[in-house]
Structures are given as C-alpha cells and as structure tokens.
C-alpha cells in the first residue's frame, strides 16, 4: 500500500549569531531553542494518532538534529535524501540585508521569477515532487515524515496548488518547525493542513533565500 499522508516539516532554529544565509553550508546547527522546536514538530504529529511509515531527512546538519526527536518518538531512523536539501545559492554566507546594496551582487537579482540567484525554482518543484512520490510508494501504509527547509516546502506548496512559482521570499507561510500536510489521489497532490506547533516569536530566522 502507498503511504496515506505526508508531512513536509521545517527544520528548528538555527544557532546563526552573524545572521547569515546559511544555504548548505555544513556546520550550521540547532540553537537550544531549534531543538525544543524540533521536539514540539515532532509531538504534534504524533498527537495526530496516526502510525508513521518513513522518515526521511535532507542530509544537513539542521535537518539531522531536527529529525532526532521523531526518532525517539516513533523508534524510527531517518533515511537521508539529496532530493529534499536546501537550494544552493549566490549569497551562501552572506547576510542579505548587507548584500543587496552591494553593486556587484545586483546581477544575481536581475531575474526572481527563475531565481536569477540561485537554484531555478522549477528545479526544486521537479525534485521535491520526485522525492515525494518516491516516499509516498514506498510507504506500506501510514504516514510520511519529510524534515526539510523553507524554500522546499514553499515551492512544493505553489507547486501542488497550481500557483506560479516566482514569489517574494519574505512571504512564504512556512515557519520555523512547522507542519505542512498533503495527501496524494492517484497522481495527483492536494495540500490538506498547516500547523505551527512551536512558539517561535523571538526565533531567527534568516537564513533562507
């Protein structure tokens, strides 16, 4: 049997003192208050009363310890997928609300329906989708669990909804630690819930793009 609901989650607060896009730059790990994120992500689902399958994980560091509490809760080991990794792009490193007075960055901004900075958004809708209709076969039933990033679960969001992909980043409804549902009817995705477990009013949160 395929699985029966899937569960996009964002990855806890990042301990980022300097506030920079972290992208997937290795070494970036949850502060104290990501973890206690993480675990209030993971105690939801598992107040949804309904039995997980899989759990799967994009192989950052971020992702992997966000991904723990679901392995406490449920005895189950996350399999790592590429296909759910943050996008790669032009400012990694960087804090954007420096960069983008910088002249020299401006080129990287010429074009934000592609994105003209990084990764092409239909990219990520392509492997996302891929991702998600593999755990979603593999599945003997029950639930999935994808702990991922914000620019992955926004994208998959438009894309499931039929809406154009180009957005403004600053607008995504994707907070840290949240639950993003949706359910799969033959080929077709429907989104069919959206939670906020976590309290995150004094979190930062800055490090996507």
């Excluded at 401006?106 to 891929?130: F, I, K, T």
Aim: glycine share 6%; proline share 8%; aromatic share 8%.
């Amino acid at each position: 049997m395929p699985a029966e609901r899937l569960h996009l989650i964002r990855h806890g607060e990042v301990f980022n003192p300097r506030r920079v896009l972290y992208e997937r730059i290795p070494g970036f790990r949850l502060s104290e208050d990501g973890k206690r994120m993480a675990r209030a992500a993971a105690e939801y689902v598992r107040g949804l009363d309904r039995p997980l399958a899989e759990l799967v994980c994009s192989p950052l560091d971020r992702t992997r310890e966000s991904a723990e509490p679901f392995t406490d809760l449920f005895d189950m080991e996350p399999r790592a997928d590429e296909r759910v990794i943050e996008p790669w792009n032009a400012f990694a490193g960087k804090r954007m609300s420096r960069a983008v007075f910088i002249p020299q960055n401006w080129w990287h901004l010429r074009n934000p329906s592609q994105p003209s900075w990084g990764e092409p958004y239909r990219d990520v809708a392509e492997r996302m989708h891929a991702a998600l209709d593999a755990a979603w076969d593999a599945a003997d039933g029950g639930d999935v669990a994808i702990v991922t990033h914000q620019a992955p679960i926004w994208i998959t969001h438009l894309s499931v909804a039929g809406l154009p992909l180009r957005h403004d980043p600053r607008t995504r409804r994707c907070a840290l630690s949240s639950v993003t549902s949706f359910e799969r009817k033959g080929d077709v995705w429907r989104e069919v819930g959206y939670a906020e477990p976590a309290a995150t009013d004094d979190a930062v949160d800055v490090g996507a793009v």
